[in-house]
Nanobody, 125 residues
Framework: QVQLTESGGGLVQPGGSLRLSCVAF??????????MGWFRQVPGKERVFVAS???????RYSDSVKGRFTISGDNAQKMVYLQMNDLKPDDTGTYYC?????????????????WGKGTLVTVSN
């Protein structure tokens, strides 16, 4: 069983920064190979891929956040971070941490088995 818990959301002005964190609590036997990442969702819209990182270190970003966001992970601590810089109003939404015990999972939300409850990020004046 896998439980993901996000933290770090909040209200920030355009151009500001936030750092999201996600910790995975796992019970039972799990694979050492995995992908963790982040999706964003606003009310009434579908979940949108933001970034992912594999346990081997490969990262992937959506075009809208490249150069502004950085995803990193700590395999030993089973954590993933999302450093968000130069935030824009369009970055507003609930950010969900995800995990799947595969590589090359991609950007389809249906491909990720485990989801956190989300943390809200609001970018506004």
């Amino acid at each position: 069983q896998v439980q993901l818990t996000e933290s770090g959301g909040g209200l920030v002005q355009p151009g500001g920064s936030l750092r999201l964190s996600c910790v995975a609590f796992e019970s039972g036997w799990t694979y050492s190979r995995y992908t963790m990442g982040w999706f964003r969702q606003v009310p009434g819209k579908e979940r949108v891929f933001v970034a992912s990182i594999e346990s081997g270190g490969r990262t992937r970003y959506s075009d809208s956040v490249k150069g502004r966001f950085t995803i990193s992970g700590d395999n030993a601590q089973k954590m993933v971070y999302l450093q968000m810089n130069d935030l824009k109003p369009d970055d507003t939404g609930t950010y969900y941490c995800v995990k799947d015990f595969n590589w090359r999972v991609g950007s389809n939300p249906d491909s990720y088995e485990h989801w956190g409850k989300g943390t809200l990020v609001t970018v506004s004046n």
